[in-house]
C-alpha cells in the first residue's frame, strides 16, 4: 500500500512538472509579423540562390508561400519573387 501511495505521488508530480511546461512553451513564443516572416523567408531563399542551390531555393519558395499564407490569412511577400531555374 506504501508502493502503491509512492507511486501514484510520482505520477501525480510528473504530470504536474509536464502540465506547468506545457503552458510555460507558448510564453516564451513571440508573435512574428508577416513584414517579420517575409523577411525571414526572404533571407532563406537569397541564401539558397546564392549557393547555387535551385532546388532547394524552388522547395523553400513553395513552402515559404504556403507557410505565409495559412498563418497570415492568405497573405503573400510581395518583395518575395519567385526563384528562376
Not at 510520482?10 to 516572416?37: H, I, K, N, W, Y
Not at 540562390?49 to 510581395?78: E, H, L, M
Amino acid at each position: 500500500m506504501v508502493v502503491e501511495i509512492f507511486f501514484e505521488m510520482r505520477l501525480a508530480l510528473l504530470f504536474s512538472a509536464a502540465g506547468l511546461l506545457a503552458l510555460a512553451a507558448p510564453l516564451g513564443a513571440q508573435a512574428m509579423s508577416l513584414d517579420e516572416a517575409c523577411g525571414k523567408f526572404a533571407g532563406k531563399l537569397s541564401a539558397a540562390q546564392a549557393a547555387g542551390d535551385t532546388q532547394k531555393a524552388q522547395k523553400i519558395y513553395q513552402q515559404g508561400s504556403a507557410r505565409i499564407a495559412s498563418r497570415f490569412n492568405g497573405a503573400s511577400c510581395p518583395n518575395v519573387k519567385p526563384p528562376t531555374p
